[in-house]
């Protein structure tokens, strides 16, 4: 848990206008054949569906209908352990401690009636059919065609660099 020090309050001083918890929620995409009344949460390990669905109502200001918390564990070893340490575990367990288990929570939070969401399809511009077309035009175009699109390319490139040339008096790891 994350350890937060607020200031320390004196009598007359203005109250603490900001609480930060010590919480996260991370929005999973919850499949395609989920209904759209419901959302998939990976949340904080100590958050309880109380916690969740307050987290929800009164900072986000979402109507929730019903939470459901779920504890899913993670058994696999993990990959950077030498195999003759993974070896030995699986022959005798008192040679090594145990290693605790690594788990998540997830929240299954169901909304009121007539709230719907969607996820946020970020990539709705950008398909990857749209490259493997220019590819397949790129590849049918005889080569004088493929040349010149290559030289226009690489000056369209070499223009966009000048515009953001090195500005004096900043080291190179600034990139612009």
Partial sequence: MR???????????????????????????????????????????????NDVRQYLEKIYKVPVADVRVKMVYHDL???DTHPKERMQRS?????????????EKVAYVRLAPGEVFTFPDIFKD??????????DE??????????????????QVESETKKFQRVKGYSKWFKF
């Fill in 126 to 135: 950008k398909r990857p059919s749209d490259v493997m077309e220019t590819l």
């Fill in 91 to 103: 022959i005798d367990a008192t040679v090594f401690p145990p290693k605790p288990e690594r788990y």
């Fill in 3 to 49: 350890q937060v020090e607020y200031p320390r309050v004196f009598p007359g001083d203005p109250p603490v206008s900001c609480f930060l918890p010590p919480f996260w929620m991370k929005m999973m995409y919850p499949g395609p054949k989920n209904p759209p009344d419901h959302v998939v949460f990976k949340v904080h390990p100590q958050m309880t569906g």
């Fill in 138 to 155: 790129n590849a049918s175009t005889p080569k004088d065609e493929s040349k010149d699109i290559i030289l226009s390319a690489d000056n």
């Fill in 77 to 79: 070893e993990p990959i």
